[in-house]
């Protein structure tokens, strides 16, 4: 192996942080935006994880089983699989497209209080005769059919992959599965500051950078985890004036499927 294959730097013992990961020490990069702009990504939201089920097979239905079985009142609109995801915001159009395709869009999501209908006890009969009761985590809830409370994120997060990672407007409003992540911000941000934040988190937020803070695999392959960004620095929407922002969000509506980050970099710098 020569020294084009991989990357050496030395750091005293004393420095090393045993509880962090260190490839931080050899990956990590500067924006080059001046600090005055930015924040801690811990300031603005946070990282969770998506729903867990025990049985995705069981809990996700069609929308036209749901409506069949009468039981469509008892349903949250979900994002089953980051798959699903194109571009960079999810849409009612976009839930719509994966109806008419036959994919599963809702989630039986009951509580304590639900009203047990007759049709809905009979979906859930028939769930304990596939045995979903038994899965691991439906055996550790009580009731077993009562999924993890959630509200839907402000965007979608892929948080695994050897492409790019990328953050989506969750303009439907949607819940969502543990195939990715959600962002919860700490406060309503309004919608254009959040689409401004989103354009500089999918231009600057790429594999070279997020490297340096995220578990990293053979092949390429990347992994984040829910507190890996939260010391990250990321552009302060609250600093930027009204235009500025409607700038920016406006680029991010024009957002296309392979974003030319090199390009988007540079004029997200040019407006801020």
């Known amino acids: 192996m020569t020294k084009k294959n991989y990357i050496t730097k030395v750091v005293k013992v004393e420095e090393l942080d ?7 020490y050899l990956y990590r990069k500067k924006i080059g935006i001046e600090d005055k702009r930015m924040i801690k990504f811990s300031e603005i939201g946070r990282l969770k994880r998506g729903i867990a089920t025990g049985n995705n097979e069981f809990f ?10 009468k039981i469509l009142n008892h349903t949250e609109t979900i994002l089953r699989t980051s798959k699903h995801l194109k571009g960079f915001s999810f849409s009612s159009s976009r839930i719509k497209e994966l109806e008419e395709d036959g ?8 509580d304590e209080n639900t009203e047990i209908t007759p049709e809905l006890e009979d979906y859930l009969e028939e769930g304990k005769e596939k045995g979903v009761q038994n899965s691991y985590l439906c055996k ?17 997060v892929t948080y695994m992959g050897r492409g790019e990672p990328r953050f989506i407007l969750n303009e439907a409003k949607s819940l969502y599965l543990n195939n990715c992540h959600g962002l919860y911000l700490n406060e309503d941000i309004g919608k254009e500051r959040l689409k401004s934040l989103l354009l500089f988190l999918n231009s600057f937020f790429d594999r070279e950078y997020i490297r340096g803070y995220t578990k990293n695999y053979s ?11 939260e010391d990250t620095k990321i552009l302060d929407v609250f600093s930027l004036s009204r235009n500025k922002i409607k700038k920016l969000a406006k680029r991010f509506d024009s957002l296309e499927s392979n974003v030319q980050r090199d390009k ?6 040019g407006i801020i």
Not at 18 to 24: A, C, G, R, T, V
Not at 222 to 227: A, G, N, W, Y
Not at 264 to 269: A, F, Q, R, T, V
């Open 18 to 24: 045993f509880q962090k990961n260190w490839s931080s």
């Open 140 to 156: 550790n809830r009580n009731p077993w059919y009562e999924v993890e409370r959630r509200t839907p994120p402000s965007a979608f």
């Open 264 to 269: 988007m970099k540079k004029e997200i710098k």
């Open 219 to 229: 092949g390429g392959l990347f992994k984040i985890e829910p507190s890996d960004l």
């Open 60 to 69: 996700t239905l069609t929308k036209e089983e749901a409506k069949k079985r």
């Open 103 to 110: 994919v599963p869009t809702e989630l039986l999501y009951i």
